[in-house]
């Protein structure tokens, strides 16, 4: 629906996701989109039809600025067309986006549109459960091998990279949760253009796909595309969306067929964002960075302010990483520290749930990015199904609590992480 809209060219991402994107003329003038809920549309001509699907079934090419009719909204419909033309300024680098009812359908439908039995894929760890059980779970016994590499660890990534066989997919989720372990997204992304074509066998035989779950630190703060990724994959439950009050999910990309394959994928399962959903979290873009960077400042001040407090052993945050290669990596990648921060409290479990039953502020619950902040306690809750050993490799320890922080104010927040912290 952007074609009627003309703007300005070079806008700062601020400005273009509040320009583009939406006509108002196709919505009786009306200042913000209207709410297309059909689930069918009716076609200019029998010829418009068959154009149509012509197209969507690959038979023929969209010409430039060609108005194709809309055909069936499991397959797309306006709402879903203005989300994914306003969301691209926002992440540098995009050229084309698609939108998913969840993180997890974003993620499941870039995978499947791209893998196949015999290929593998190389994913860092810790990495969201969800995925993890969707490799593990689903895609190893489904015949393509899941090869898991530690978080940080750029040593063992490059090996894994260039020994891998059939390697279809690199999937990187930085920084990790809930330990804040980053990921050189740039580095991996050498390494994979630097393999020797046809290296990865002759099942896959194009190179194989960067993808980042950038979910944590994205779109404000980490831009993968601009680092050489081929995609960028949000679950926008969380600070796109911002207000804990919806799922959704979001795939960015810079190559309009590996897009179109994607697409392709989502027509079939039938996992479309919804006409309601999309106008929900279209109205949610033009502040995200405004709450991004009021989260992330929230937390670096607690987080700097509570360092050297006798009843915490560790701090897990951007600022205050002690190992070089991480330092380096942070400042290399992100432009600020983020809204996430862990802490490992002295008194273990005891102490770390004695913390969450305190809060008068933060609310005990997972997931993050809302203007509402929250705290949980990772070991029995997002991970309790790993092993004791794996928990203590990954530094998940007893006493870790995660906090993602919100918009309130500071001084209120400090205070109640304070009096929660004395409370033993
Ligand atoms: C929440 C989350 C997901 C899954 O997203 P849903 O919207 O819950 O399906 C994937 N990756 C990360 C990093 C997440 O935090």
Not at 80 to 85: P, S
Not at 180 to 203: E, K
């Amino acid at each position: 629906m952007s074609k009627a809209t003309k703007h300005p060219a070079n806008l700062k991402p601020e400005t273009a996701v509040l320009t583009r994107g939406f006509d108002p003329s196709l919505s009786v003038g009306s200042a913000r989109p209207a709410v297309f809920r059909s689930s069918t549309y009716v076609f200019s001509s029998p010829e418009a039809a068959e154009r149509a699907f012509d197209i969507m079934g690959g038979r023929a090419q969209r010409t430039p600025g060609e108005n194709v009719d809309l055909v069936y909204s499991r397959f797309n419909h306006p709402n879903a067309q203005i989300l994914e033309d306003q969301i691209i300024p926002l992440e540098p680098g995009t050229t084309v986006a698609t939108v998913f009812n969840s993180g997890m359908a974003a993620i499941m439908t870039a995978l499947l549109a791209v893998l196949k039995p015999g290929d593998s894929i190389i994913y860092t760890v810790p990495i969201y459960g969800g995925t993890q059980t969707l490799i593990q779970g689903f895609l190893e016994p489904f015949g393509i091998q899941g090869i898991a590499v530690p978080g940080g660890r750029s040593d063992l990534l490059d090996q894994a990279i260039r020994s891998a066989k059939n390697l279809g997919v690199v999937l990187i989720e930085t920084p990790a949760n809930p330990t804040i372990v980053m990921t050189d997204i740039q580095r991996a992304c050498q390494t994979v253009a630097g393999l020797p074509t046809g290296s990865n066998g002759g099942s896959a035989p194009q190179r194989p796909l960067v993808m980042i779950d950038n979910t944590f630190l994205g779109p404000a703060f980490q831009h993968p595309l601009a680092l050489g990724a081929d995609l960028s994959i949000y679950s926008a439950t969380k600070y796109l969306g911002g207000f804990s009050d919806i799922i959704g999910g979001v795939c960015l990309g810079k190559d309009a067929a590996l897009m179109q394959k994607i697409r392709s994928k989502r027509s079939l399962f039938g996992n479309i964002l919804q006409p309601d959903e999309c106008w929900i979290l279209n109205s949610r873009l033009p502040t995200v960075y405004l709450r991004m960077n009021r989260q992330s400042e929230n937390a670096k001040r607690t987080a700097e302010s509570l360092v050297g407090h006798p009843k915490i052993s560790k701090i897990y945050y951007p600022t205050l990483f002690s190992d070089p290669e991480q330092k380096r990596i942070y400042e290399n990648q992100c432009s600020e520290p983020g809204g996430l921060v862990s802490i490992d409290l002295k008194g273990g479990k005891a102490a770390a749930f004695d913390f969450l039953r305190h809060l008068q502020i933060a609310r005990d619950a997972v997931s993050l990015g809302g203007v509402e902040t929250l705290a949980c306690h990772p070991r029995s809750t997002t991970h309790s199904a790993w092993s004791a050993k794996d928990l203590d490799e990954a530094g998940i320890g007893d006493g870790l609590v995660r906090i993602s922080f919100g918009i309130e104010d500071f001084s209120d927040l400090l205070s109640d992480f304070e009096q929660a912290l004395e409370q033993e």
